[in-house]
């Protein structure tokens, strides 16, 4: 990422507790790409720097993260005891390697 430009932004979990938090929050002078699986429960009045796209983290892979500068995951099932245990494996351990491994071939920061 060069300080010639804003960051772009991939925004995973944003229609969730912290994610629609950290949404609002965001500086319009960034690009946000959001990956929501239900984009009904995003916060209202979200700015025009932000792009939402229903789907899935397990759909992410490196040739999608080309213009990104940097994947935030906050994408998860929460709480542990509610979910079957294959399901809740499949998202928070998977899915979060599967995003994982993306980044590192396209050469992207993760945080999480």
Known sequence: MSSAHAPTILLTGASGYIGSKWIV???PESRILAIVRDSS???AG???HIEIR???ITSIDA???SDIDIVVHLASLTP???HEP???DAMNTVAT???AQACLEANVALLF
């Open 54 to 56: 229903e789907g899935d």
């Open 80 to 82: 542990w005891n509610t």
């Open 46 to 48: 979200l700015g025009p």
């Open 25 to 27: 929050s965001t500086s």
């Open 41 to 43: 429960r995003l916060p």
């Open 86 to 88: 294959a399901d809740y």
């Open 63 to 65: 040739t999608m993260l």
């Open 97 to 99: 390697t599967h995003l």
